[in-house]
């Protein structure tokens, strides 16, 4: 029987975090993308705390233009956050999305706005 698209998400979510790991010095930047928003924050899996945290529900994000757009917005907006905190190099963890689309324009602007991964 075929799974579903939350149990398949799952089951790819488990096979990238057996490999992908946040510390205090290079924490994980997890990305979750809903139908509406989208939110990404930085991780230390060893103390399992956030450190830093974006998402498109913020105030100081432009919410006006596609879902591409706001993504793209988030991702700069987390790589701001991160190397004012100083963090200069994360894991990307897609959680079980896709590098397509809006979790890729996320990444992309991350990148371009300092961020190493």
Known sequence: MALSKLQRRQRIKH???KVIFGTATKPRLSVFRSNKEIY???VDDNSGTTLVSVSSRNKE???AG???D????VG???AEKAIKA???TVAFDRNGFL???RVKALADAAREAGLKF
Do not use: M, P, V
């Open 86 to 88: 100083g963090f200069e």
């Open 70 to 73: 706001i993504a793209k917005s």
């Open 40 to 42: 990404a924050q930085l």
């Open 61 to 63: 994000i432009e919410t």
């Open 66 to 68: 596609s879902k591409s």
């Open 76 to 78: 700069k907006s987390i």
């Open 15 to 17: 096979r990238i975090r």
């Open 99 to 101: 590098y397509h689309g």
